[in-house]
């Protein structure tokens, strides 16, 4: 069993960046596909990026790409998401998430992460 815990959301000006950080316990998260996922009032949870378990491959969702940057630090047992250039429409609850430790491939659905964190807001005013 995995626990994951976000913080670091909060409000912030249009064109400011926030750092989010999701911290595991229960088990390593360093073996394990992390993902970052939101969800904005009245719309679906979509995916924001992924990173692999080993070689920290990534991918992002083309309305992030440039702006944002995950990251993982095996030590700490903890996946980030550096948000850069934020934009109001980036304003959702944001959740961290990990895929099983048998499973290597990045995705961006929903269903296939395993474990999730409890959500942290990110408000970007304009």
């Known amino acids: 069993q995995v626990q994951l815990v976000e913080s670091g959301g909060g409000l912030v000006q249009a064109g400011g960046s926030l750092r989010l950080s999701c911290a595991a316990s229960?088990?390593?998260?360093?073996?394990?596909?992390g993902g970052w996922f939101r969800q904005a009032p009245g719309k679906e949870r979509e995916f924001v990026a992924a990173i692999s378990r080993i070689v920290d491959s990534t991918y992002y969702a083309d309305s992030v790409k440039g702006r944002f940057t995950i990251s993982r630090d095996n030590a700490k047992n903890t996946v980030y998401l550096q948000m850069n250039s934020l934009k109001p429409e980036d304003t959702a609850v944001y959740y961290c998430?990990?895929?099983?430790?048998?499973?290597?491939?990045?995705?961006?659905?929903?269903?296939?992460?395993?474990?999730w964190g409890q959500g942290t807001q990110v408000t970007v005013s304009s």
């Open positions: 998430a990990c895929r099983s430790s048998l499973v290597a491939v990045l995705s961006t659905t929903p269903n296939e992460y395993d474990y």
């Open positions: 229960g088990r390593t998260l360093s073996s394990r596909v």
